[in-house]
């Protein structure tokens, strides 16, 4: 009888299923040895932390950007220059100012035409109010010439009109005087309020003069020119609004240089000042300076805008002055070395497990690893002390989660 033929396909789909057996039963007993482990020794323990920066210069005379008004930069020279003291440094744009400027020559001109038109106001109604009391003394005085007081030449009646004649002149002349003196009060208040608004157009406008007078920065000593960066990290550029008072830029004292480190905020690790600092300028690798902490901010802070990282900046000096390859701005990186070496039992941190503000470790005992309470000290970036619960020549698990699920 023949038998038919095994295709190739069944044929592959046999052997795979033998090897997957094969493969189960081999890996049954080994699982423990696929957890990483990490053999405890006494060895040298210190804190590093590495930090980046720039040269920067201990002492520096400051530009401040001068003026009463923002003014936005229209030049500036190149950063890095020699200059003379004189030099001019930065213009700044004076469109704007010009017309604000105009614009307040026009408004103290047009005050200035109200006032003249106020003036001639209260000189017509003045000269009209005199005229009215030119017309009454000559009243006064016909009354007088003509006064009817005989009641053998004049009736009653006649009598009676002169009299209430010579009332209504006295009346109309008080009220003239009245009217005399609210025309000096109205015109007084008016010229006040006008004269005031004046006053406030002239300031500003004494204050654009003056700010069109101020569109050039000259560096007040001779040296090295370098622009300072704001709290958000941006030195000044061309187009940028600059307020009165900010700092432009800095004549460094080159004779002292310091370097300025920002380490971030999740690495800082008991920084502190006199702690040496080795520094390493991107432009010379092979070239390092060492140098001391000399100060340390109280709070993180950013750096550059639209980053939210944060990072602690430090001062440190530099113990070697090379003015050929120190230059204010090089950027650098550097080694901050917080504590010295000395030989401890130390694991690595991804080795600790944390529970109820107890530290444990799972050490490897055979095929199995048992969780171990320990005492821990200090740590830097990898490794953590460990003050006892451990012993030289122990294996702890450096997946403390497998471990934990393998037990």
């Known amino acids: 009888m023949l038998q038919r033929p095994i295709s190739m396909t069944a044929m ?46 201990a ?14 930069l229209s030049w500036l ?9 004189g030099d001019v440094i930065a213009r700044f744009d004076s469109e704007r100012i010009l017309r604000d400027k105009n614009e307040e020559e026009f408004a103290v001109l047009k005050l200035q035409q109200d006032i003249v038109s106020s003036a001639a106001s209260q000189n017509q109604e003045k000269q009209f109010v005199q005229s009215e009391q030119a017309f009454v003394e000559e009243e006064f005085s016909f009354v007088d010439r003509f006064a009817i007081d005989d009641l053998r030449i004049y009736s009653k009646l006649d009598i009676i009109d002169t009299l209430q004649n010579r009332d209504f002149l006295e009346a109309k002349d008080t009220f003239l005087d009245w009217k005399e003196d609210s025309i000096l009060e109205q015109h007084d208040s008016a010229m006040s309020v006008l004269n005031i608004k004046k006053q406030g157009h002239q300031n500003k406008l004494n204050q654009y ?5 101020q569109l050039e920065v000259r560096a007040p000593y ?20 600059v307020f009165p008072g900010r700092a432009l830029a800095e004549i460094p004292n080159l004779e002292n240089l310091q370097a300025k480190l920002y380490v971030l905020a ?7 000042n006199n702690q040496t600092v080795e520094l390493t300028l991107d432009a010379f690798p092979d070239k390092t300076f060492t140098g001391t902490v000399t100060s340390v901010s109280a709070f993180p802070r950013e750096i550059k805008r639209g980053n939210p990282i944060k990072y602690y900046e430090l001062s440190a000096s530099i113990n070697e002055q090379n003015k050929d390859i120190l230059k204010p701005g090089r950027k650098l990186t550097a080694t901050i070395q917080v504590t010295q070496p000395k030989d401890t039992l130390a694991v690595p941190l991804q080795s600790i497990i944390y529970e109820q503000e ?5 050490i490897q005992k055979g095929d199995d690893f048992v969780k171990h309470p320990i005492t821990t000290g200090r740590k830097n970036l990898y490794f953590i002390e460990v003050t006892s619960g451990l012993n030289t020549g122990d294996n702890v698990a450096l997946s403390a989660i497998s471990a934990g699920e393998s037990v």
Do not use: H
């Open 77 to 85: 020279a190149e950063e890095n220059t020699y200059v003379e003291a």
């Open 358 to 362: 107890q530290s444990y470790v799972y």
């Open 209 to 213: 003069v003056s700010a069109l007078n």
């Open 266 to 272: 999740n690495d800082a690790i008991e920084l502190n």
């Open 59 to 72: 002492e520096s005379q400051k530009v401040i950007a001068p003026g009463r008004r923002p003014k936005m």
């Open 12 to 57: 592959n789909k046999w052997c795979f299923a033998i090897i997957a057996c094969f493969t189960l039963i081999g890996c049954g007993s080994d699982v423990e040895s696929q957890i990483p482990t990490y053999q405890v020794t006494n060895k040298p323990f210190d804190i590093r932390i590495n930090a980046t920066g720039e040269i920067e210069a």
């Open 222 to 241: 001779s040296g090295l020119l370098v622009y300072v960066k704001d709290r958000r990290g941006e030195k000044p550029a061309i187009g940028n609004t």
